[in-house]
């Protein structure tokens, strides 16, 4: 064998085996896309899952804003029913005592008026007596 066949023989095995790098490049090429892919899903899903996550948070904080303002409200009317409240109870106390010094007064008035009769009837039943005897 001369050079040449020796130069061939050795360009031929390096053709094949460049053949096989080539074919194992192809090889990790698509493992590699199909493990890119596969990553690429998952974090579609883990991003869809956080906004999922984001959307409730959201919505949360709504509900609780809209529940604060409730709660509120609520205390607002409640101040508000407790205040009229007292209010009719302290007018239902000075009701009350102005109807007592009223019943006060009228038996007053009425132990006076009484008082005058038995005076008048005294002075009629003296009269009489002095006029009887």
Do not use: P, Y
Request: one cysteine or more.
């Amino acid at each position: 064998m001369n050079k040449e066949d020796l130069i061939l023989q050795k360009l031929e095995s390096m053709d094949a085996d460049l053949q096989v790098v080539r074919s194992e490049v192809k090889d990790v090429r698509s493992e590699m896309s199909d493990r890119m892919d596969k990553i690429e899903s998952k974090l579609e899903d883990v991003n869809a899952e956080l906004r999922d996550m984001r959307d409730d948070a959201s919505e949360m904080k709504v509900n609780q804003a809209k529940q604060a303002g409730d709660l509120h409200t609520l205390e607002a009317k409640m101040d508000g029913k407790l205040q009229t409240l007292d209010s009719k109870l302290d007018g239902l106390i000075e009701n009350m005592r102005d109807r007592k010094l009223e019943t006060n007064e009228r038996w007053k008035i009425g132990g006076i008026i009484v008082s005058c009769g038995v005076a008048v009837l005294s002075l009629i039943l003296s009269i009489l007596t002095r006029i009887g005897r």
